[in-house]
């Protein structure tokens, strides 16, 4: 037996992660699944007639020491991974969704739960318990549980396919970024790059035994070489470089995979009775339907074009008077926005990063936290770390009752993938009278240290870091007895609420205050500069919104139809992003190949869900703001009716109680500056 299939003899029971080895993963992942089916066989072998606790419940609580080995292996595979792990995952895999389908599709286990759910008025149940009786019928019947053996067979294979592919189209993503390199080695090519980015691309290359500046496609390295790198023509191929992962008709490609991806799962959507692939994920959403999501995006679009358009005349005038550009390419794009926001607003993210030290931001993320939720946050090297970069916090209530153990994991490394993110090692349930803590951790790729200064970070930075600290505190809060219904397991167009309200506080002076302090002189940031940001804050958001939904219609038009029309990917998304577009195509480049949010993870028919969930983060903020951003009022009844509810009852109505009535999107459009 290995060491994860063993309850943790660990403090807190945390991860074990210096004595796992590689080779216990596919041991235990066996071991696991053959634990979990047991007890799965346990339910149905049960003598006694179904009942919510004997079904509902034993089956919400089975499979425990998988998902903890889960958890851990993909949890790893997203933030340390290496080409063995890679391996294990595609081995693994196959297995998983295999067990899953076992489950759902489990004649003598949906019986029971069907029998529970047909008797559903006349047991006495909580809302959570109703809400997991409902999750747990949908699990089944929306995985075929109705269908008859051929049509329930023909599911399988189309389940163990997408997974396969899913897989795979990451692979080529991570592979396509580490592949590239821009060596530069003459100093005028790294004009106009701050020092600091200077300095990264110095060690960079002297960490690959090279001179010169090594510039690559990890975020870090590629935003401030787009932003502020002079030379037109490097931006130029860096930009390219980017924008053509998974579309290079060679062994990386992704074109096939994506209207591989996008066929099956309408085709899935088919045999279960569905329209499209849109109809039946939003059945599960707060929004419901296709046709409400392509309004409410077209409601936007049409608010947000006009300023879009006069944003983009206005850059392109810009950039014709300042270096004679006559046509704004997406090259152009985040250098002139930079250059003019200096203009206007006289602010660049290099006078601002000495304010955002981020020990600095990590510690105003826990005030902020504590001022509004009373929480603790002190440090502790007692736990294993998976990373010598990783911190691990003990996270304690007003009363020093232990809420969560927090990991935080700020720098890029080879084996992390782009982007940040927020996930769990342990989820919090109430078992036999024991509320278990969660393990929350979060996932990002901030600027390193270099030899001459601390992590400074970026604004965009700060705000990423209360963003995805906001789904924490969500993970962190729960306070649920089902474990799939705790903390983030919410509708997707709901759990952006609370990472999205959080980055309210960065703009603000009352949170500012407490923690953005020069890390050299200890100097509050000025207030001009409070307000500098605040004013700069709505720069080209009609620009920034339709990129926004030009996203969203993307995401839409591969799912929302049936896409055997669909024969060339690049064509289809031309014409996707027809209404959206402000600049030249680029025939090199597509977004979809690279579009991992839908087509590697779980944001199918919910890119939407960001301008969604601004809407409802926005009417949050305005209520904080009616009342004090630190007014613990509010704040409690945030905690009370949204962070600590998790998945329990339906969004809407957790909405309103916290809020007093449905959001309003005329929220989002005063904040973004676009209506009056
Ligand atoms: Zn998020």
Redesign the pocket.
């Known amino acids: 037996m290995t060491v994860l299939n063993k309850s943790f003899n660990t403090p807190y029971h945390t991860a074990p992660f210096s004595k796992i080895k590689s080779a216990d993963y596919l041991p235990a992942f066996k071991k696991g699944i053959e634990n979990a089916k047991a007890e799965i066989d346990a339910i149905t072998a049960n003598p006694e007639d179904p009942t919510f606790e004997n079904t509902i419940e034993a089956l919400d609580f089975s499979g425990e020491e998988l998902d903890r080995i889960s958890s851990i292996f993909f949890n790893l595979n997203s933030a340390e991974t290496n080409d063995e792990i890679q391996k294990i995952a595609q081995e693994v895999s196959p297995l998983l969704s295999e067990f899953s389908n076992d489950i759902t599709l489990n004649e003598k286990l949906f019986k029971r739960v069907k029998a529970v759910y047909d008797s559903k008025s006349t047991l006495d149940l909580t809302t959570e318990q109703e809400t997991l009786l409902d999750k747990k019928y949908k699990g089944f019947s929306r995985n075929g549980a109705n269908l008859p053996e051929d049509k329930k067979e023909k599911l399988r294979a189309i389940d163990k396919e997408l997974s396969q592919l899913k897989l795979k189209f990451g692979e080529h993503i991570l592979a396509e970024t580490n592949k590239f390199e821009m060596l530069l080695t003459n100093e005028d090519d790294i004009s106009g790059l701050p020092d600091g980015a200077k300095e990264a691309a110095k060690q960079l290359a002297e960490s690959k035994d090279k001179d010169g500046w090594l510039i690559t496609l990890d975020y870090p390295s590629y935003i401030p070489f787009m932003t502020y790198a002079d030379n037109r023509e490097l931006r130029k191929q860096l930009s390219i470089a980017f924008g053509r992962k998974g579309f290079q008709n060679d062994e990386l490609d992704n074109q096939d995979i994506v209207l591989k991806i996008a066929k099956l799962r309408f085709d899935r959507a088919q045999l279960l009775g569905y329209k499209s692939h849109a109809h039946f994920v939003l059945e599960e959403r707060m929004a419901q339907t296709p046709e409400k999501v392509t309004s409410f995006l077209n409601e936007l679009l049409d608010k947000a074009k006009p300023a879009a358009k006069t944003e983009f005349k206005k850059l392109e005038d810009f950039a014709k008077d300042l270096d004679n550009i006559d046509q704004l390419q997406k090259w152009d794009s985040g250098y002139y926005s930079e250059k003019l926001k200096q203009k206007l607003f006289d602010l660049d993210d290099e006078q601002l990063k000495p304010y955002f030290k981020l020990e600095n931001v990590i510690d105003g993320a826990f005030m902020v936290a504590n001022k509004l939720f009373g929480l603790q946050f002190e440090e502790i090297n007692t736990i294993d770390k998976y990373h010598e970069d990783v911190l691990t916090y003990k996270v304690t209530d007003s009363e020093g009752e232990l809420v969560s153990i927090f990991y935080a994991d700020f720098f890029p490394r080879a084996g992390k993938r782009n982007g940040?993110?927020?996930t769990s090692y342990k989820p919090q349930l109430i078992k036999e009278g024991v509320n278990e803590r969660p393990h929350v951790s979060i996932v990002c790729n901030f600027t390193k240290p270099t030899k001459s200064k601390p992590s400074l970070l970026t604004f965009n930075e700060v705000t990423t870091l209360f963003?995805?600290f906001?789904?924490a505190l969500h993970g962190m809060l729960a306070n649920t007895t089902y474990p799939s219904l705790s903390g983030t397991s919410v509708y997707w167009d709901f759990?952006?609420l609370p990472?999205?309200v959080l980055e309210n506080w960065c703009y603000e002076k009352e949170a500012l205050e407490l923690f953005a302090t020069h890390y050299e002189t200890g100097e509050v940031i000025p207030m001009e500069l409070i307000d500098k940001i605040k004013a700069s804050s709505t720069f080209h958001e009609g620009m920034q919104t339709l990129r926004q939904i030009s996203f969203g219609l993307l995401d839409m038009s591969w799912h929302g139809i049936d896409p055997s029309e669909i024969k060339d990917v690049k064509t289809h998304e031309v014409e996707a992003f027809g209404d959206t577009s402000l600049y030249p195509d680029v025939a090199e480049n597509c977004m979809s190949t690279s579009f991992s949010h839908i087509f590697q993870g779980g944001y199918s028919s919910g890119y939407y869900s960001?301008k969604w969930?601004e809407v409802l983060d926005a009417d949050a903020f305005e209520y904080f703001k009616e009342e004090g951003i630190f007014n613990k009022e509010i704040a409690h009844k945030f905690k009370t009716f949204v962070l600590s509810q998790g998945g329990t009852e339906d969004p809407m109505t957790l909405y309103k109680k916290f809020r007093g009535q449905e959001p309003k999107p005329e929220a989002l459009l005063r904040r973004a500056g676009l209506v009056k």
């Open positions: 940040a993110w927020m963003h995805e906001g789904h759990v952006e990472s999205q960001y969930a």
